[in-house]
């Protein structure tokens, strides 16, 4: 059996799903929006697949995927503030 290897992708992974699983209970959020967020769940899982064939080591990938995931949040910042 192989070892759960848990990245920063995972955790945001998760964490993404709980609070969608959460305003769906709570019907804060519509069926479009739920939509959107199954894509970005589905574009986190393939990136994190991507990283994990490309950077054997668990090492590199926690690195690749926080330098990603911080990538990422500063672009959605930049792009709300432009």
Known sequence: MKKLRI???NIASA???T???W???ASKVGISTV???FLLLLVLVITDQFFRL???SLKRVWIAEGIFA????LAIWIL???
């Open 70 to 73: 911080v990538f990422v949040a």
């Open 15 to 17: 964490l993404l799903m």
């Open 35 to 37: 939509g959107w967020i």
């Open 7 to 9: 990245t920063p992708l």
């Open 80 to 82: 709300n503030v432009w």
């Open 23 to 25: 305003q769906v209970i």
């Open 19 to 21: 609070w969608l699983l």
């Open 54 to 56: 490309l950077l054997r």
